[in-house]
């Protein structure tokens, strides 16, 4: 099966792809590919993130599905005014009040800054992300990558030098030393990796 590019989930029967799109369409897969092979070990990552998704394949296909929550819809300002406590914070505005701890150096810096603290911590978070946007998806991408091949490909041929390539940057490598895994691994650990290997100059 060819996975659906950028899929929220993806399962594995084995080597083999079974299933790739929304958790149900993904657990429906899966579920029916249990039912041609009861014995087979079936795993469904999260296709963004390679975290292993727990799902209770007890039951038909219907039970499975039925038992998977509907993704919520996204929350208007209304219902996080709503949900969210009286208090400090501008809901509307999606602001939330949270703690953090800072030493009183930090705290006496923050205080003299034009609009307060915090104001001046929602700058200093934005400019950090803006600055490391670039090494964050590379790093993100190569977690990934790396987490999806562990559990995948531990035990191919060439792992821990593709694992040394991926990290290192260098994509022709890394696909040379994953070209023999079996298809659907290879192509979704290659499809996982290249966010790492596409650096800003």
């Not at 897969?29 to 039912?35: D, E, K, P």
């Not at 505005?93 to 307060?116: F, M």
């Not at 070209?179 to 966010?195: F, G, I, K, S």
Request: aromatic share 6%; net charge negative; hydrophobic share 40%.
């Amino acid at each position: 099966m060819n996975p659906t590019p950028d899929a929220a989930y993806i399962a594995f029967e084995g080597d083999r792809c079974v299933g790739s799109g929304d958790l149900h369409e993904v657990a429906r897969s899966a579920r029916q590919a249990l039912g041609q092979q009861p014995q087979a070990s079936i795993l469904i990552f999260n296709g963004r993130t390679s975290a292993l998704v727990d799902v209770d394949f007890r039951g038909s296909v219907d039970d499975v599905v039925a038992r998977i929550p509907l993704p919520e819809p996204p929350a208007t300002d209304e219902d996080t005014a709503l949900a969210a406590p009286r208090g400090p914070g501008r809901p509307k505005l999606g602001v939330v009040a949270r703690e953090i701890t800072l030493l009183p150096r930090h705290w006496d810096w923050l205080a003299q800054q034009k609009g307060g603290a915090s104001v001046a911590i929602r700058k200093l978070v934005d400019e950090a992300r803006r600055n490391n946007e670039g090494s964050d998806r590379i790093r993100l991408a190569q977690e990934a990558a790396y987490r999806f091949m562990s559990t995948m490909a531990g035990n191919r041929p060439h792992f821990e030098e593709a694992i040394r390539a991926l990290f290192a940057g260098d994509a022709p490598r890394f696909e040379q030393l994953i070209a023999e895994w079996p298809a659907d691994v290879r192509d979704h650990a290659a499809r996982l990796a290249v966010p790492a290997f596409h650096r800003e100059a």
